[in-house]
T-cell receptor
Framework: TQLLEQSPQFLSIQEGENLTVYCNSSSVFSSLQWYRQEPGEGPVLLVTVVTGGEVKKLKRLTFQFGDARKDSSLHITAAQPGDTGLYLCAGPSSGSRLTFGEGTQLTVNP | SAVISQKPSRDICQRGTSLTIQCQVDSQVTMMFWYRQQPGQSLTLIATANQGSEATYESGFVIDKFPISRPNLTFSTLTVSNMSPEDSSIYLC??????????FGSGTRLTVV
């Protein structure tokens, strides 16, 4: 079973600060995805990284896929209250299932 | 990208009763998935539902408790049967809607009293 370890589990920061969320595994993944979920909604796909070493940017969010395709990180620059939410990394497993990390609950205080 | 309409969005149910949750996708999808989630925590896969075949359940989940229907390529239901307070949770459906992407419904927040 492929597991994804996500850290930190909780993060509370002030508006304008930077932060990084990590997603690690002992297994190689063909791709990794990052989702954000707000209360009362389902997770929404932010990005998919496919190539080892790949870096993708989405406005103030930077996603990186490790060279060995065993880890990924999400960096947010100058966080805003609108970034508050549950961030989940996920990777494909057998039968088109998704394996999810434990999630990072981010709170950005104004 | 695809849109999944899930209903009800929330419900409060008496123990011992059953609730059926519906998900409608605005395009045809091969596989649909049902998850359970405690608020603020990660998702736990309940089962995978393919059209025309029985759902495949994950360890710890059984068909008698969580029967699933998948009558066509755009629709699925999950029933939570003989509910107890331990079934209180958020239930989400999902579908693979691209090469890598998965789309989720907005969830059903179930409280069993």
């Amino acid at each position: 079973t492929q597991l994804l370890e996500q850290s930190p589990q909780f993060l509370s920061i002030q508006e304008g600060e930077n932060l990084t969320v990590y997603c690690n595994s002992s297994s190689v993944f063909s791709s990794l995805q990052w989702y954000r979920q707000e209360p009362g909604e389902g997770p929404v796909l932010l990005v998919t990284v496919v190539t080892g070493g790949e870096v993708k940017k989405l406005k103030r969010l930077t996603f990186q896929f490790g060279d060995a395709r065993k880890d990924s990180s999400l960096h947010i620059t100058a966080a805003q209250p609108g970034d508050t939410g549950l961030y989940l990394c996920a990777g494909p497993s057998s039968g088109s299932r998704l394996t999810f990390g434990e999630g990072t609950q981010l709170t950005v205080n104004p | 990208s695809a849109v999944i309409s899930q209903k009800p969005s929330r419900d409060i149910c008496q123990r011992g009763t059953s609730l059926t949750i519906q998900c409608q996708v605005d395009s045809q999808v091969t596989m649909m998935f049902w998850y359970r989630q405690q608020p603020g925590q990660s998702l736990t896969l309940i089962a995978t539902a393919n059209q025309g075949s029985e759902a495949t359940y994950e360890s710890g989940f059984v068909i008698d408790k969580f029967p699933i229907s998948r009558p066509n390529l755009t629709f699925s239901t999950l029933t939570v049967s003989n509910m107890s307070p331990e079934d209180s949770s958020i239930y989400l459906c999902s579908a693979m809607t691209g090469d890598y992407g998965y789309t989720f419904g907005s969830g059903t927040r179930l409280t069993v009293v």
